[in-house]
């Protein structure tokens, strides 16, 4: 066989040769799919018109895409948007900022400072949020980009559990459902003011075993939900421990068997407790900027703390139950959580608002809400129940994707 034979022979091999992203197995695998990713970006601050691409790299050190983007029109390269290969989604705090992009579109130099997305900065002081207050349906991951950026001063949620009981079962695998969370907290992340808080409660889940000879697994969901919010731009502050009275675990089943037969290495004690992870949106400016910075100082000094404050991060409280709804926590948990992280008048986010507790506590505490939900069934409760909390308020609630409030229906 001649060497032209050869390598003519072996080309179709070559040629079928997987890239890198390939075999990685990464969700971003072509240039065309990196674009596409970047475009949606551009698109979400309004610069899609003005930028092209340059081509486009896969990174697989840091498993990352980086797309160079350029002036259209010409060769001046003026940033770069770097996407998560795995998951991709856009690595902030490692791409180009929409403020900078359009400096520099614009020929502008200096420095704007770090100002919280969407909020302007007047002689030091920052600019309250405007949104009112607001009803959305739909998934989270894409209603939330519907909100402006740095609206929000507070997010306060609990996640749906992982396919801990029957109606929960939407995950094919446990890598889908921290994805899904993954992209939750990236996209609150533009949506949440310079340096305020995100509080997440959350706790392992026990996954049953289908049949006898299969052991029951408890999956660690809060410390792979640290590792997800310490990656997308946020700093860890406190983990608050919720416990329940004696004997609220026991419905789990868990525990039963050492109870019985008391034998070394069944011993699993019952869960009582539920974490309460406290991050703040990543910034250089101290918690006290939050607070010199505000531009209505009587706000700050009306949302002080009375003395009857919890002392330690173990929290004592009740669990609450309500027929329509598998999984609601407690307005006492609300309540505390608002009052210790939010002034009066901020705007309290919950992506997975359920029957809406979080929206109820944020009126009752002087606050405004913003509640997501994908569920139709619980919207309807948010939506007739707001009518109670807000009184003739609640004709002027923002909705998205759902039907506004009847100012006829409203109940005065």
Same mark, same amino acid.
């Given at each position: 066989?001649?060497?032209?034979?050869?390598?003519?022979?072996?080309?179709?091999?070559?040629?079928?040769?997987?890239?890198?992203?390939?075999?990685?197995?990464?969700?971003? @695998?072509?240039?065309?799919? +990196?674009?596409?990713?970047?475009?949606?970006?551009?698109?979400?601050?309004?610069?899609?018109?003005?930028?092209?691409?340059?081509?486009?790299?896969?990174?697989?050190?840091?498993?990352?895409?980086?797309?160079?983007?350029?002036?259209?029109? %010409?060769?001046?390269?003026?940033?770069?948007?770097?996407?998560?290969?795995?998951?991709?989604?856009?690595?902030?705090?490692?791409?180009?900022?929409?403020?900078?992009?359009?400096?520099?579109?614009?020929?502008?130099? %200096?420095?704007?400072?770090? @100002?919280?997305?969407?909020?302007?900065?007047?002689? %030091?002081?920052?600019?309250?949020?405007?949104?009112?207050?607001?009803?959305?349906?739909?998934?989270?991951?894409?209603?939330?980009?519907?909100?402006? +950026?740095?609206?929000?001063?507070?997010?306060?949620?609990?996640?749906?559990?992982?396919?801990?009981?029957?109606?929960?079962?939407?995950?094919?695998?446990?890598?889908?459902?921290?994805?899904?969370?993954?992209?939750?907290?990236?996209?609150?992340?533009?949506?949440?003011?310079?340096?305020?808080?995100?509080?997440?409660?959350?706790?392992?889940?026990?996954?049953?075993?289908?049949?006898?000879?299969?052991?029951?697994?408890?999956?660690?969901?809060? $410390?792979?939900?640290?590792?997800?919010?310490?990656?997308?731009?946020?700093?860890?502050?406190?983990?608050?421990?919720?416990?329940?009275?004696?004997?609220?675990?026991?419905?789990?089943?868990? %525990?039963?068997?050492?109870?019985?037969?008391?034998?070394?290495?069944?011993?699993?004690?019952?869960?009582?407790?539920?974490?309460?992870?406290?991050?703040?949106?990543?910034?250089?400016?101290?918690?006290?900027?939050?607070?010199?910075?505000?531009?209505?100082?009587?706000?700050?000094? +009306?949302?002080?703390?009375?003395?009857?404050?919890?002392?330690?991060?173990?929290?004592?409280?009740?669990?609450?139950?309500?027929?329509?709804?598998?999984?609601?926590?407690?307005?006492?948990?609300?309540?505390?959580?608002?009052?210790?992280?939010?002034?009066?008048?901020?705007?309290?986010?919950?992506?997975?608002?359920?029957?809406?507790?979080?929206?109820?506590?944020?009126?009752?505490?002087?606050?405004? $809400?913003?509640?997501?939900?994908?569920?139709?069934?619980?919207?309807?409760?948010?939506?007739?129940?707001?009518?109670?909390?807000?009184?003739?308020?609640?004709?002027?609630?923002?909705?998205?994707?759902?039907?506004?409030?009847?100012?006829?229906?409203?109940?005065?």
């Amino acid at each position: 066989m001649s060497i032209e034979q050869h390598i003519a022979s072996h080309a179709p091999a070559a040629r079928k040769r997987r890239t890198v992203a390939e075999r990685r197995k990464y969700s971003v @695998q072509t240039v065309e799919s +990196a674009k596409k990713v970047c475009a949606v970006w551009l698109h979400e601050h309004r610069l899609a018109n003005a930028v092209a691409f340059g081509l486009p790299e896969v990174d697989d050190r840091y498993h990352v895409w980086r797309v160079p983007l350029l002036k259209r029109g %010409g060769r001046e390269k003026i940033g770069e948007v770097v996407i998560d290969a795995k998951t991709s989604l856009i690595v902030e705090d490692k791409s180009t900022a929409p403020e900078t992009l359009e400096r520099r579109l614009l020929g502008r130099n %200096g420095d704007l400072g770090e @100002q919280g997305p969407g909020r302007s900065s007047r002689n %030091g002081r920052y600019a309250l949020s405007s949104l009112r207050n607001t009803i959305g349906m739909g998934d989270s991951e894409q209603v939330l980009q519907d909100l402006p +950026a740095g609206s929000v001063d507070l997010v306060f949620t609990s996640p749906p559990y992982y396919n801990a009981r029957p109606e929960y079962t939407d995950y094919i695998s446990y890598e889908e459902y921290l994805l899904k969370i993954r992209k939750v907290v990236h996209n609150v992340h533009r949506v949440l003011a310079e340096g305020r808080f995100f509080v997440m409660n959350v706790s392992p889940v026990l996954v049953r075993r289908s049949h006898r000879n299969e052991a029951s697994r408890r999956i660690a969901v809060p $410390f792979d939900v640290h590792r997800l919010f310490v990656e997308e731009g946020y700093d860890f502050v406190d983990d608050i421990i919720w416990v329940k009275p004696e004997g609220a675990g026991w419905a789990t089943g868990r %525990g039963r068997r050492f109870a019985a037969d008391r034998n070394p290495l069944q011993y699993k004690p019952v869960p009582v407790t539920e974490y309460v992870l406290v991050y703040r949106r990543h910034t250089s400016r101290l918690i006290d900027w939050c607070i010199r910075a505000h531009p209505d100082q009587a706000l700050v000094k +009306a949302s002080r703390i009375a003395d009857d404050y919890e002392r330690t991060n173990v929290w004592r409280i009740k669990p609450a139950h309500d027929e329509r709804h598998p999984a609601v926590f407690p307005a006492e948990l609300a309540d505390k959580v608002i009052a210790y992280y939010s002034f009066k008048g901020d705007v309290v986010l919950d992506p997975f608002a359920g029957t809406g507790t979080v929206g109820k506590a944020a009126v009752k505490l002087g606050r405004r $809400f913003v509640l997501i939900e994908q569920d139709a069934a619980y919207v309807d409760i948010i939506r007739c129940e707001a009518k109670n909390w807000l009184g003739e308020e609640a004709a002027d609630i923002l909705t998205i994707n759902c039907p506004p409030i009847d100012p006829k229906d409203v109940l005065f």
